[in-house]
């Protein structure tokens, strides 16, 4: 799980018991700056050389999210790492958008006219996008218009939804996470069944008015 902005991963205790109640082994760091990957990346190496860990999971079976600026690290853990491959799933919780990203000057080649944030076209594994509806995420941080860019950039498994009741970008963290579960579930622990709340005419989230502008393809 790879943290945003000022709310590093120890303040993520919620989340994490949530992920770990359905089974999951759930590590993160407290960098302040994870939008490169290398942090992530590094972590990965580190939790997979500790045998008390690497005894209690399926190392065939990693999945790597991020909210924020950890959506971001979480794309480029993925694509520019060797351990990279490693990963079967993604999620990304209003990840920052690649326009900002720049602004910010969290991006590779800066000040050139190849300066890239991202390249969602080389991710390989299923990915998910979620946001909220509300100001910050809607006008700045993920954007309506820029979540569809990132989407269809993706040439994988995928899905992208908003949730309305203009929840916005700190509470997305905790209010994605049963769709998060599911397809966690889905991709991990091959739930067939979960298949139905994302894939399909009649997908299970498109009758729930939680959730809007919701897209989805299956490879």
Not at 100 to 109: M, T, V
């Amino acid at each position: 799980m790879v943290n945003g902005t000022g709310v590093p991963c120890d303040k993520y205790e919620a989340v994490f018991e949530h992920f770990s109640s359905f089974g999951y082994v759930v590590i993160g760091n407290n960098y302040g700056v994870n939008w490169d990957g290398k942090h992530p990346s590094e972590t990965l190496d580190f939790a997979l050389s500790k045998e008390e860990i690497v005894s209690m999971i399926d190392t065939d079976k990693i999945a790597i999210g991020g909210h924020s600026q950890g959506g971001m690290g979480a794309f480029n853990a993925v694509t520019r790492y060797d351990n990279g491959n490693k990963y079967k799933v993604l999620f990304a919780i209003s990840p920052t958008n690649k326009e900002l990203g720049i602004a910010l000057k969290w991006g590779f080649d800066l000040d050139t006219d190849e300066a890239y944030a991202y390249k969602l076209d080389e991710i390989k594994i299923p990915t998910m996008l979620i946001s909220g509806t509300g100001k910050f995420d809607s006008k700045t941080v993920s954007p309506l218009v820029q979540m569809q860019q990132a989407y269809d950039e993706l040439s994988v498994d995928k899905v992208m939804f908003r949730r309305s009741d203009n929840v916005d970008h700190g509470a997305m963290l905790y209010e994605a996470n049963g769709y998060v579960i599911a397809w966690l579930d889905y991709y991990l622990k091959e739930e067939e069944e979960n298949k139905n709340a994302f894939y399909g005419d009649n997908a299970e989230i498109k009758n729930n008015d939680r959730y809007q502008d919701f897209k989805s393809k299956k490879y």
